[in-house]
């Protein structure tokens, strides 16, 4: 699917994950952040071959998938499906400078991260290009520091960190912000791991995701002897 409409001036936002699966530390975080930012529409990117990571147990159309019927029937979200189009790393500078290209030079873009993505954000391909062409939120996340130990990060962090959400629309890029949303102790890795040693993870993703799991055997039990 491709990209829903905005206004040439309102904040397009992206969130951008592996999704091994989708969770409600994923959602929920997400929809406090769109109360209190005013956003309108959040963009699901989920990534093909993820960059510095070991790769998915789900396959990228699984991923997609679990993607769409996460958010099906909410008026937030759309899932846009670039980034599975190309078998490299699906490296986020790449994927911004083409919507960038597309969106013309004024459109305020935002990419969502969690905080453990701040965290080691220095190792990503081209990273300090990034404020070039987007915005980037932080989302908090339980367990996660909020100093940056990387003296370069720290002083590019500083150079952009605004407190001022209105930023975010002023400018079509180059702020970072860090949203006051709960913190979620949900990780895509608990939910492999239950399923692997037969737990239920309802508690921890919608439904719909759940039964698509199940359909699929997705995140099978490990069986030991
Ligand atoms: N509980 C959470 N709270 C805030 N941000 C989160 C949370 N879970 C994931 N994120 C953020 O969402 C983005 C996509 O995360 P991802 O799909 O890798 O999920 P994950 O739960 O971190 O997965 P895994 O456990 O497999 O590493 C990342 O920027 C990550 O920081
Ligand atoms: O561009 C990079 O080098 C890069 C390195 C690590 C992660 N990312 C992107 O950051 C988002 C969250 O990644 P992950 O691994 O936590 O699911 C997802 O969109 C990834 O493609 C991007």
Request: aromatic residues 8%; charged residues 25%.
């Amino acid at each position: 699917m491709t990209l829903g409409n905005t206004g040439e001036n309102e904040l397009m936002a992206l969130f951008g994950g592996t999704f091994d699966p989708i969770h409600y530390g994923h959602l929920r975080p997400v929809e406090q952040l769109a109360c209190e930012i005013q956003l309108e529409k959040v963009i699901l990117l989920p990534n093909n071959v993820p960059p510095h990571r070991p790769q998915p147990e789900a396959s990228s159309a699984q991923r997609l998938k679990m993607a769409q019927l996460a958010v099906e029937g909410n008026p937030l979200f759309s899932v846009d499906s670039r980034e599975l189009q190309r078998d490299t790393p699906s490296y986020t500078i790449e994927t911004l400078e083409t919507l960038r290209k597309e969106r013309g030079t004024e459109q305020p873009l935002a990419f969502i991260i969690g905080q453990d993505s701040l965290l080691t954000l220095y190792k990503w391909y081209r990273w300090e290009s990034l404020l070039d062409v987007c915005h980037l939120v932080v989302l908090a996340r339980p367990g996660y520091a909020r100093e940056l130990d990387t003296p370069a990060l720290q002083r590019w962090y500083d150079a952009h960190i605004t407190e001022d959400a209105g930023q975010l629309r002023q400018r079509p890029q180059g702020c970072i912000y860090q949203a006051n949303t709960p913190l979620l102790d949900i990780s895509a890795t608990e939910i492999r791991q239950r399923r692997h040693e037969g737990r239920d993870c309802s508690d921890l993703l919608p439904f719909s995701v759940e039964r698509y799991i199940e359909s699929q055997g997705l995140y099978r039990e490990h069986f030991t002897s």
